[in-house]
């Protein structure tokens, strides 16, 4: 029997008397906003669960008491922004090949570990001497999977210039600039960052989740009001995936690993091209196994998966979390065991224990490799497989109606296609929503 996790289901479907009357992705919602139905609900909240663009559209965006608003300059690049307030900057996010120059931050602040918000650290580390460094614990703790080399330079870099402020929306104040980090689910340690000036105050999404993702808890809304929220728009476009519901969302891998099982393979890789697609590699199998589905199987980590595992079960906080579960490992590239299923990171370099796994592999009958989606091509004896730990369409609208502010500003995603706007920027003006799509040129954001 392969590792099955104790954790209770954290959904069911609802009765029709409960549903009054709503659509719902899936015709399910999580346990807590099922009991809040009966009695009373907070419709925003509800609304990333809702497929049904009438009822959507009936919302009306909360707006903040303040009469004022002012402004705040804006530079995005990809995941990376500059703020700049008066007589001051926050970089956020430098990402590779996304460096903005001549911006002379006071602070670089990180929202999670995913290498396109975080990979251009060092280069912005030594283009801003001057600069503070700023992010979660367990995105440092991330940032240590790297090669020896980066992990001890971003180790000297938080020991000289940097500070780990916890997720828990408690503030830290710094060149007279107060910073509060919220938790933003997608990846462990990701926030939300909320950014406090004498005359604004703006909140950065960064990458988020609502719903719960690779057995972490979704992103929490905040109460304050803001100017403007500058939120990530990957899904701007997908109107129908991701959806709220896990098992959608997995699919495709559940599908390429059983359609491997039917075709004979005893020996599964499946390759997690960064640390969210192991996280959610894992939690999807185990849910599967839950389920009674690859019952004979066991789930294993190798390469850099299993560094992100082994991370991930020392800062589980629940007992009941499939991260507080044991994990088995696999650490011998030449061989994988009859009946196993290995999620392994590391295919990036010839000599990572992906590509090793890989190659070892075809020297093996009955195996098979399950490859993302993203990066390559479905070559002859292979599955493919994509998962998103991205908030979804209805996640987007829902965050952007729900959250105090005169403004939301989209960046780091599909707000911008050719000719003509993306289907979030047309529904969020329908509801009376403004939207400014950013873009690279500096825009002022946030000012009536």
Not at 30 to 44: C, F, G, K, M, T
Not at 51 to 74: C, F, M, Y
Not at 260 to 280: F, K, P, S
Not at 312 to 329: E, K
Request: aromatic fraction near 6%; glycine fraction near 8%.
């Amino acid at each position: 029997m392969g590792n099955i996790s104790e954790q209770s289901s954290w959904q069911r479907p609802i009765t029709a008397q409960v549903q009054k009357g709503l659509k719902l992705v899936d015709g399910i919602l999580p346990p807590e906003l099922a009991d809040e139905l009966s009695h009373q609900h907070d419709p925003y909240q509800l609304a990333a669960y809702v497929a049904d663009a009438a009822w959507l559209n009936k919302l009306t965006p909360r707006i903040p008491t303040r009469s004022q608003s002012v402004g705040v300059g804006v530079r995005a690049r990809h995941a990376t922004l500059l703020l700049e307030f008066n007589g001051d900057a926050v970089l956020i996010d430098p990402g590779s090949d996304t460096i903005i120059e001549h911006a002379n931050p006071s602070m670089i602040a990180i929202t999670h570990a995913h290498h396109d918000h975080v990979g251009g650290l060092l280069i912005a580390a030594n283009l801003y001497p001057q600069a503070s460094i700023l992010m979660t614990p367990e995105t440092f703790d991330l940032l240590q999977i790297p090669p020896d080399d980066q992990a001890n330079a971003v180790k000297q870099l938080i020991r000289e210039r940097g500070q780990l402020h916890l997720a828990d929306g408690s503030p830290l104040r710094t060149h007279d600039i107060d910073y509060r980090f919220l938790p933003a689910g997608h990846l462990q340690g990701a926030a939300m960052i909320d950014i406090q000036t004498k005359d604004c105050r703006v909140l950065i999404t960064g990458d988020f989740a609502l719903r719960e993702t690779g057995g972490l808890p979704g992103g929490v809304w905040s109460t304050a009001e803001y100017d403007t929220v500058i939120m990530e728009s990957s899904h701007g476009w997908d109107t129908n995936r991701p959806t709220a519901v896990p098992e959608t969302n997995w699919k495709s891998l559940i599908t390429a690993c059983q359609n491997a099982v039917d075709d004979g393979a005893t020996r599964l890789i499946v390759l997690a091209a960064a640390l969210g697609e192991a996280q959610d590699a894992y939690f999807a199998l185990c849910a599967s196994q839950m389920r009674g589905d690859f019952s004979k199987f066991t789930v294993r980590f190798a390469g850099k998966a299993l560094k992100v595992a082994e991370l991930y079960a020392r800062l589980a906080r629940s007992p009941h979390s499939i991260w507080s579960n044991p994990i088995r490992t696999l650490t011998n590239s030449d061989y994988v065991p009859e009946n196993s299923i290995v999620i392994v990171g590391g295919f990036d370099t010839v000599d990572g224990m992906g590509s090793r796994l890989v190659e070892s592999s075809a020297a093996y009958s009955h195996s098979a490799v399950i490859r993302p989606v993203i990066g390559f091509s479905n070559s002859p004896g292979s599955y493919t497989y994509t998962v998103s730990l991205h908030a979804s369409f209805n996640e987007l609208f829902a965050t952007a109606v729900a959250l105090k502010c005169r403004q939301v500003a989209l960046y780091h995603g599909q707000h911008g296609r050719g000719e003509g706007s993306s289907p979030l920027i047309r529904m969020l003006e329908s509801v009376g929503r403004h939207v400014v799509p950013l873009i690279e040129t500096p825009r002022i954001v946030g000012a009536k």
